[in-house]
């Protein structure tokens, strides 16, 4: 299975656009990028995902790079309330898309 | 909007007593799931269910047993629940958009074993 590497921690002021960087070097052609985050005592909540076309949602947009060995997840408008963990995850039918979550990054949204 | 319930969202049981983790999913999904969390571990994957009545162990089924006897309920059960099971419980299904899969959690049950 293709891993992951994700920033333990960052920062980001409310109203600024937040940039969640990753690392998935050894993803393969058929494995998805997903990203998830976690408000503390809840449980995860799907953001968005891609194969290797940038992709936009309500919540965010997902960059995904040409070589596909690196994403980056854009919450474009950070509030408050988007203070969580967040994971990147690579999946696919190979792996009966099972989701491997990792340590995430800790996002903290500061006024 | 998915919807997965999970039927705690706190219990505390006795060592040696045996518990029902219930889950409920409304949008007819195929595969359900479940995990557990704890501090510095992540989620890991106990058991999973692709259809009713199949089960797949995940990476940690050790001391735990399923059931999916409805396509919209999955249940966990610990026979004989130990001090070390105490964690975060979570519940998943899953829906198929084109060739990917996405997993919607329900908000977890955590379990304290005394």
């Known amino acids: 299975d293709a891993k992951t590497t994700q920033p333990t921690s960052m920062d980001c002021a409310e109203g600024r656009a937040a940039n969640l960087p990753c690392n998935h070097s050894?993803?393969?052609?058929?494995?998805?990028v997903y990203w998830y985050r976690q408000i503390h005592s809840q449980g995860p909540q799907y953001i968005i995902h891609g194969l290797k076309n940038n992709e936009t949602n309500e919540m965010a947009s997902l960059i995904i790079t040409e070589d596909r060995k690196s994403s980056t997840l854009i919450l474009p408008h950070a509030t408050l309330r988007d203070t969580a963990v967040y994971y990147c995850i690579v999946s696919s039918l190979s792996n009966d898309y099972k989701l491997s979550f990792g340590a995430g990054t800790t996002v903290t949204v500061r006024a | 909007d998915v919807k997965v319930t999970q039927s705690s969202r706190y219990l505390v049981k006795r060592t040696g007593e045996k518990v029902f983790l219930e889950c409920v999913q409304d949008m007819d999904h195929e595969n359900m799931f479940w995990y557990r969390q704890d501090p510095g571990l992540g989620l890991r994957l106990i058991y999973f269910?692709?259809?009713?009545?199949?089960?797949e162990k995940g990476d940690i089924p050790e001391g735990y047993s399923v059931s999916r006897e409805k396509k919209e309920r999955f249940s966990l059960i610990l026979e004989s629940a130990s001090t070390n099971q105490t964690s975060m419980y979570l519940c998943?299904?899953?829906?198929?958009?084109?060739?990917?899969?996405?997993?919607?959690f329900g908000p977890g049950t955590r379990l304290l074993v005394l």
């Open positions: 269910s692709y259809d009713v009545k199949m089960k």
């Open positions: 050894t993803i393969s052609g058929n494995e998805y």
């Open positions: 998943a299904s899953s829906q198929r958009q084109g060739a990917a899969e996405t997993q919607y």
